[in-house]
């Protein structure tokens, strides 16, 4: 069967990673989360103090990092310059700075080209804002997943709790609507669907009911 490439866009939290993993592990593809590339690269740049505004300091660093994504038995490992940092990169320290670097243009350009080589022999899952229209724009399947933020924040909640973190609905709706606003309206490669992506609302389906479309679609085109 022939090795496809597939594309899953969509505003934070619309349970793009979920459904990327399960629909790359029954293809036995790779999956390759983009988010976690913008969000190790952020926690490194706390970490050292950098301003976040600065694209030229931002640029530079990106360059001597190296960003690995591992897959793990129940999910993927995310090292920065050999470093561990798949739950650091969680916190919301990052998760409310992330959108700030994700808009310099130096970095985008150096990510996409990562990206792309990731997907060169195909067999690939992708999940991030850009896919379907910048990084992997031939890919055979796009798909961009859309929630409600009530019903975004409400999965994060849930998951938050079930993970014993503490959470609040009201501050993570608001964090959720500030970043798919600084995603959108950010004047490279902004978040939106490609022309030719479906667009899926998952507000009223399962996880299951999504993977299932996604999986119709990539039948139809391997
Ligand atoms: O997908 P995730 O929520 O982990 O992405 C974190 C952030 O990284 C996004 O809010 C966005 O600012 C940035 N991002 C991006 N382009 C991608 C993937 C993520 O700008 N392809």
């Known amino acids: 069967m022939k090795k496809i490439s597939i594309a899953i866009d969509g505003p934070a939290a619309a349970g793009k990673s979920t459904v990327a993993k399960i629909v790359a592990n029954k293809l036995n593809y790779i999956y ?7 969000r190790g690269l952020t926690f490194q740049a706390i970490e050292r103090g950098i301003d976040l505004q ?4 931002l640029g530079q660093m990106l360059k001597e990092t190296e960003i690995l994504l591992e897959p793990t038995e129940d999910g993927q490992r995310v090292l920065v310059n050999g470093r561990d ?3 650091e990169i969680r916190g919301s320290d990052v998760t409310n700075h992330v959108s700030i670097v994700a808009k310099h243009k130096l970095i985008r350009e150096e990510m996409v080209r990562r990206q792309q080589r990731f997907a060169l022999n195909g067999g690939v899952v992708m999940d991030g804002r850009d896919i379907g229209t910048h990084v992997l724009p031939h890919a055979e399947v796009k798909v961009f997943l859309l929630a409600s933020v009530e019903e975004r924040a409400q999965r994060r909640h849930a998951e938050n709790l ?9 501050i993570l709706k608001a964090e ?3 970043r798919d606003k600084l995603d959108s309206e950010r004047e490279v490669a902004p978040l939106k669907k490609a022309d030719d992506a479906v667009e899926i609302d998952t507000t009223a389906l399962t996880i299951d009911e999504v993977v299932e479309k996604i999986m119709a679609l990539a039948m139809e085109r391997t």
Not at 32 to 38: K, L, P, S
């Open 32 to 38: 390759v989360d983009t988010g976690a590339m913008y």
């Open 54 to 57: 600065n694209e030229e300091l």
């Open 85 to 87: 940092v798949t739950s």
């Open 162 to 170: 079930a993970k014993g973190y503490p959470s609040d609905l009201e």
């Open 176 to 178: 959720i609507a500030a």
